[in-house]
């Protein structure tokens, strides 16, 4: 994990173990996601971290402020612009992001992000015709750690790759199975259309 420093303050991601901690107490579900989401799926770390997401559904939001209880939540109003999250508030469709930190001192530790759902369906924040059953939207680890289903990270990152994406890519393009690989490349193209990641996403079931 790499302490940063941005306009809104610094960054410094909270442990992981600490995170499952603190979301597992809930009882709501929860995903981490991103890097380490990737990594968890790899089964080994393969780059530094600036941040730690996790990921919650809509409908469970308050929950975070249950598991973060006397943190400092903030909700990222686009564009860029941070505010507090009051207690019991219900956020609107168009926040996606909280950040979060122990107190007014403290670096942000934890970002978390909010996803659709409808029903029993997970729906993408980006297409709503990308949708899977909230029961295979992740997995967990072998200490029960859940993350986010790699192909579902990797659709979000499939936007606009930065260097970073494009490393998680390639090191977990590997474990993908044609499955996977199948709805990745159908979720890209679904929500992007063409894609640099088409045509190894294609190869690699050779």
């Known amino acids: 994990m790499t302490r940063r420093e941005t306009p809104l303050g610094a960054w ?7 995170v499952a901690a603190h979301f597992s107490a809930t009882g709501r579900p929860w995903w981490l996601a991103g890097g380490y989401a990737i990594e968890l799926a790899v ?28 943190w ?31 107190g007014p001192t403290e670096p942000w530790r934890i970002q978390v992000m909010l996803d ?9 924040r980006r297409c709503a015709r990308v949708r899977r059953p909230i029961a295979a939207l992740g997995h967990r680890s072998a200490v029960g750690i859940p993350y986010l289903a790699p192909e579902v990270q990797l659709y979000y990152k499939a ?33 992007y259309g063409e894609h640099s990641w088409a045509e190894r996403l294609a190869g690699a079931h050779g």
């Open 72 to 102: 400092e939540w903030w909700a990222a109003d686009p564009p860029g612009v941070l505010r507090p999250w009051a207690p019991g508030e219900v956020l609107p469709g168009s926040v996606r992001d909280i950040w979060c930190r122990p």
């Open 43 to 70: 089964g080994r770390s393969f780059r530094d971290h600036a941040d730690i997401d996790v990921l919650l559904l809509r409908p469970d939001q308050l929950s975070a402020q249950r598991a973060l209880s006397g």
């Open 159 to 191: 936007k606009r790759p930065r260097a970073k994406d494009e490393k998680d890519f390639l090191e977990v393009l590997p474990v993908l199975t044609g499955a996977q690989r199948d709805w990745l490349a159908w979720a890209i193209d679904t929500a």
């Open 12 to 18: 410094d991601p909270a442990p992981l173990p600490d």
């Open 116 to 124: 659709e759902s409808d029903g029993e369906d997970w729906i993408s």
